[in-house]
């Protein structure tokens, strides 16, 4: 029998086939209550025995928050580590001195193929740094990018954005292997047939943007009846939550600024709403008539409803949470880490890079010549 994820940012199904997920149980503001409470809440809502978990973490304490959850206890594995990466650690800081945390526990655990995906919510930096260095980066992509799906004006559809946050800086050939990313992410994820894809911009206008910008623009455009995905040219930022780009290409640096103010734009409503529908008795009455209105835009808008973000273009997926997450996000997260685990998203990445090879070459060419 398969279950049909309801979800909105998932349109594949889950089977019964068993998946194993590998759980940094340390990492986050909530931790590890609140990892081990979504881990219930996901086999409550999907059924035992799909999903099997492999949990890392300080084992004693663990334990006693097990007796809380039986559910869990019976569909997990504990794995001591002894050490915990903080929000505040540096990269250079712990990077040599990692392997007795539960993070790179973690990791590791999918590298050496016991688990098909990671979850966290640690600190992002590290995570990264050491899913890069555990996982390595799939051949044809030449660098992981942060992905995830955010909200669109356009019905209950979303739209996937990367990088988030991974590199700063990009050349072209970089922000091309984003758009071969983020476009197999919207089909195989998202449901997405032949997605629109546009690169964020300061304009529409070809002229716009540095030079990067335009030579990547000039030559997806020269080449738009060869590529797998619907070219759009430049996008702004107001077309992000507007339902007209489904794959928005950026650098890290900028896509980490539109995820904040797409969040940050997310509570505004919400708290705009509450506070408003409490001035009257009129408001109330007139809440009671667009409560399901209302819990469609909570769901939509709730940053707990995106699960996290998961680094694309590595030999494995490793997923980020956010760091405050409470056990609705967790579960989300968990449901996030297996369908990915259960599609064959790194078959057709590869696939897809071989395709556009001589377009890639074009633009190492390029490189090459400035």
């Given at each position: 029998?398969?279950?049909?994820?309801?979800?909105?940012?998932?349109?594949?199904?889950?089977?019964?086939?068993?998946?194993?997920?590998?759980?940094?149980?340390?990492?986050?503001?909530?931790?590890?209550?609140?990892?081990?409470?979504?881990?219930?809440?996901?086999?409550?809502?999907?059924?035992?025995?799909?999903?099997?978990?492999?949990?890392?973490?300080?084992?004693?304490?663990?334990?006693?928050?097990?007796?809380?959850?039986?559910?869990?206890?019976?569909?997990?594995?504990?794995?001591?580590?002894?050490?915990?990466?903080?929000?505040?650690?540096?990269?250079?800081?712990?990077?040599?001195?990692?392997?007795?945390?539960?993070?790179?526990?973690?990791?590791?655990?999918?590298?050496?193929?016991?688990?098909?995906?990671?979850?966290?919510?640690?600190?992002?930096?590290?995570?990264?740094?050491?899913?890069?260095?555990?996982?390595?980066?799939?051949?044809?992509?030449?660098?992981?990018?942060?992905?995830?799906?955010?909200?669109?004006?356009?019905?209950?559809?979303?739209?996937?954005?990367?990088?988030?946050?991974?590199?700063?800086?990009?050349?072209?050939?970089?922000?091309?292997?984003?758009?071969?990313?983020?476009?197999?992410?919207?089909?195989?994820?998202?449901?997405?047939?032949?997605?629109?894809?546009?690169?964020?911009?300061?304009?529409?206008?070809?002229?716009?943007?540095?030079?990067?910008?335009?030579?990547?623009?000039?030559?997806?455009?020269?080449?738009?009846?060869?590529?797998?995905?619907?070219?759009?040219?430049?996008?702004?930022?107001?077309?992000?939550?507007?339902?007209?780009?489904?794959?928005?290409?950026?650098?890290?640096?900028?896509?980490?600024?539109?995820?904040?103010?797409?969040?940050?734009?997310?509570?505004?409503?919400?708290?705009?709403?509450?506070?408003?529908?409490?001035?009257?008795?009129?408001?109330?009455?007139?809440?009671?008539?667009?409560?399901?209105?209302?819990?469609?835009?909570?769901?939509?808008?709730?940053?707990?409803?995106?699960?996290?973000?998961?680094?694309?273009?590595?030999?494995?997926?490793?997923?980020?949470?956010?760091?405050?997450?409470?056990?609705?996000?967790?579960s989300h997260a968990l449901e996030y880490a297996v369908n990915l685990s259960k599609s064959d998203f790194y078959g057709k990445i590869r696939e897809r890079t071989e395709a556009l090879s001589e377009i890639k070459a074009e633009?190492?060419?390029?490189?090459?010549?400035?």
């Amino acid at each position: 029998m398969d279950v049909f994820i309801q979800s909105p940012f998932f349109y594949t199904k889950m089977s019964d086939t068993k998946k194993i997920i590998s759980v940094d149980a340390m990492g986050g503001d909530h931790a590890p209550d609140a990892v081990l409470g979504g881990m219930n809440q996901f086999l409550y809502q999907y059924g035992e025995g799909s999903v099997f978990f492999r949990v890392f973490g300080n084992e004693r304490i663990l334990r006693v928050l097990l007796k809380k959850y039986p559910r869990v206890a019976r569909n997990c594995e504990i794995i001591h580590a002894n050490e915990v990466i903080s929000g505040t650690d540096k990269v250079r800081d712990v990077i040599r001195h990692a392997q007795d945390t539960s993070m790179y526990m973690a990791v590791k655990d999918v590298r050496e193929g016991n688990s098909s995906a990671v979850v966290s919510a640690g600190n992002t930096g590290v995570l990264m740094a050491l899913s890069k260095l555990a996982l390595k980066t799939v051949d044809g992509i030449s660098r992981p990018a942060i992905t995830t799906m955010l909200p669109s004006g356009n019905g209950d559809t979303r739209v996937v954005g990367l990088d988030l946050g991974a590199n700063v800086q990009c050349d072209e050939e970089i922000l091309f292997d984003f758009s071969i990313l983020g476009s197999v992410y919207a089909e195989i994820i998202g449901g997405m047939v032949r997605p629109r894809v546009g690169i964020l911009n300061i304009g529409e206008e070809e002229t716009k943007g540095n030079e990067a910008l335009q030579r990547l623009n000039k030559v997806l455009t020269e080449h738009i009846d060869e590529l797998p995905y619907e070219y759009i040219g430049f996008v702004e930022g107001n077309d992000v939550t507007a339902g007209r780009v489904q794959v928005v290409v950026t650098d890290g640096f900028t896509g980490n600024v539109m995820l904040k103010t797409v969040e940050g734009t997310a509570k505004m409503i919400s708290r705009i709403v509450k506070a408003n529908y409490k001035r009257s008795w009129l408001a109330i009455l007139g809440t009671f008539f667009l409560i399901h209105l209302f819990k469609r835009l909570k769901n939509k808008i709730d940053p707990r409803s995106y699960a996290g973000a998961v680094f694309l273009g590595l030999n494995g997926f490793s997923i980020k949470t956010h760091g405050n997450s409470d056990a609705l996000a967790w579960s989300h997260a968990l449901e996030y880490a297996v369908n990915l685990s259960k599609s064959d998203f790194y078959g057709k990445i590869r696939e897809r890079t071989e395709a556009l090879s001589e377009i890639k070459a074009e633009l190492k060419n390029l490189d090459t010549d400035k």
